[in-house]
Antibody, heavy 115, light 107 residues
Framework: EVQLVESGGGLVQPGGSLRLSCAASGFTFSSYDMHWVRQATGKGLEWVSAIGTAGDTYYPGSVKGRFTISRENAKNSLYLQMNSLRAGDTAVYYC?????????WGRGTLVTVSS | DIQMTQSPSSLSASVGDRVTITCRASQSISSYLNWYQQKPGKAPKLLIYAASSLQSGVPSRFSGSGSGTDFTLTISSLQPEDFATYYCQQSYSTPPTFGPGTKVDIK
């Protein structure tokens, strides 16, 4: 089955760190660009980061310098290292596949930043 | 960054109604516009890509049109399973950005 499964979410204090993982299956992971997209409760979708097949990475200004996306093709896995977390980073984090559009999404993992 | 707006922000409709949602970009994005459907507690689902191409497995009652800055998602005959929130997203430039969403609920 073609799927993405996120893990690693949880409760973290402001200023803390968390590492999210996304396990891919059912497709050739190394052939696809991959992304993280987040959604705060009751809010819209916000793109968080992307990594290309060559390992090139991209971030919006809101997380640049704090978040690091990486991939391990041998393990069909995508990661998001999140440092210096803020209350505003509280959201469900989805991994998603795609180049010009996101055609496969995971179910998401909840990250709560609170003291 | 390219800003995306959607109208209306919400609408109430009945089963069988024709529904139209509009998305506008703050600058021309050619046809690099995608539409997603999201139901409560679920991940978004791709409906339309490149403004008018129907994603595999998506019912033909969904259609998209437009280019440049103005785009439309149309549901030709609303079905019970279509009550959801719909988002547009531009893929013309990085960062990809989403519209604020349009919630379609039951009248």
């Amino acid at each position: 089955e073609v799927q993405l499964v996120e893990s690693g979410g949880g409760l973290v204090q402001p200023g803390g760190s968390l590492r999210l993982s996304c396990a891919a299956s059912g497709f050739t992971f190394s052939s696809y660009d991959m992304h993280w997209v987040r959604q705060a409760t009751g809010k819209g979708l916000e793109w968080v980061s992307a990594i290309g097949t060559a390992g090139d990475t991209y971030y919006p200004g809101s997380v640049k310098g704090r978040f690091t996306i990486s991939r391990e093709n041998a393990k069909n896995s995508l990661y998001l290292q999140m440092n210096s977390l803020r209350a505003g980073d509280t959201a469900v984090y989805y991994c998603a596949r795609g180049v010009r559009y996101f055609d496969l999404w995971g179910r998401g993992t909840l990250v709560t930043v609170s003291s | 960054d390219i800003q995306m707006t959607q109208s209306p922000s919400s609408l109430s409709a009945s089963v069988g109604d024709r529904v139209t949602i509009t998305c506008r970009a703050s600058q021309s994005i050619s046809s690099y516009l995608n539409w997603y459907q999201q139901k409560p507690g679920k991940a978004p689902k791709l409906l339309i890509y490149a403004a008018s191409s129907l994603q595999s497995g998506v019912p033909s009652r969904f259609s998209g049109s437009g280019s440049g800055t103005d785009f439309t998602l149309t549901i030709s005959s609303l079905q019970p399973e279509d009550f959801a929130t719909y988002y547009c997203q531009q893929s013309y430039s990085t960062p990809p950005t989403f519209g604020p969403g349009t919630k379609v609920d039951i009248k």
